[in-house]
């Protein structure tokens, strides 16, 4: 943590002349910056979204695929978490940045370099509970193993979210 700067205007003679203070931060205002902050799932009534219903949003079979490779690309260490944040809830995004860490972290261990997986993605098994709700497993294939990804999309505000994603 770099020290804060402030202006120390008690010994200004002229407006060209300036003197600059350090501020060490207390250890309270240290304890504060580095405790953990966990991210609140997103309720949409706390924003002002509205659930959309299934004539207003889009197919959602072509938003499934591109989850799918997205979320194994950013596994591997290919892809940045960020790159989601628009299609995902914060819960989505918390757990991801959980499973991307951990799996660096082995990368990390081993030695191994992140290289971009080669798969192939099936079409999705879709189902609809609700209005506005969809449930999918999309199955990805690469050449040591297979592996299905289950995602919960949800209609807010006229496009799909994910508001749940599990690779198994």
């Not at 910056?33 to 004539?55: I, K, Q, T």
């Not at 199955?139 to 508001?163: K, Y």
């Amino acid at each position: 943590m770099s020290a804060a700067v402030e202006y120390d205007d008690r010994h200004v003679k002229t407006s060209v002349q300036r003197r600059w203070r350090h501020v060490t931060p207390s250890s309270t205002q240290i304890a504060a910056a580095a405790a953990p902050r966990l991210l609140e799932p997103l309720d949409v009534a706390d924003f002002g979204y509205r659930m959309s219903e299934r004539g207003e949003l889009a197919d959602p079979a072509p938003l499934l695929v591109n989850l799918t490779r997205c979320v194994v690309e950013i596994l591997a260490g290919v892809r940045h978490l960020d790159q989601l944040a628009r299609w995902v809830t914060s819960e989505v995004h918390l757990n991801l940045m959980r499973r991307v860490t951990i799996a660096a972290r082995s990368r990390a261990i081993t030695g191994a370099s992140a290289k971009r997986p080669r798969l192939t993605i099936s079409e999705p098994l879709i189902t609809e509970p609700l209005d506005g709700v969809v449930e999918a497993v999309v199955m990805v294939h690469q050449p040591a193993r297979s592996r299905a990804v289950a995602i919960r999309l949800e209609g807010i505000d006229g496009r799909w979210r994910a508001t749940a994603l599990t690779v198994l």
